[in-house]
């Protein structure tokens, strides 16, 4: 079993950031693909950023050069920097592992932007 748990999330004003923190726990015993995922009310799941097993990055038009993903120095922990939010970020962030071609997902954090 593979257990992710986010955390981070929060309410911003428009412009501001925020760093989203993913740790995995579990049956893990080497670097695997993670992303980041979110999901918006009424909307569906979307792909933000992923990371391949060789550092591979991949990011949504909609966040380049504003959110930066990166892996942590402990094995399997993953973090998104978000710059200059804006309120169409708001969302439930899900942090994504793939183990031997299955997902797993952690329960999500809430990043809402708003004045």
């Known amino acids: 079993q593979v257990q992710l748990v986010e955390s981070g999330g929060g309410v911003v004003q428009p412009g501001g950031s925020l760093r989203l923190s993913c740790a995995a726990s579990g049956s893990i015993f080497s670097i695997n693909p993670m992303g980041w995922y979110r999901q918006a009310p009424g909307q569906q799941r979307e792909l933000v950023a992923d990371i391949s097993r060789g550092d591979s990055i991949n990011y949504a038009d909609s966040v380049k050069g504003r959110f930066t993903i990166s892996r942590g120095n402990a094995t399997n922990t993953l973090y998104l920097q978000m710059n200059s939010l804006k309120p169409e970020d708001t969302a439930i962030y899900y942090c994504?592992?793939?183990?031997?071609?299955?997902?797993?997902w952690g329960q999500g954090t809430q990043v809402t932007v708003s004045s």
């Open positions: 994504e592992l793939s183990r031997f071609g299955v997902p797993y």
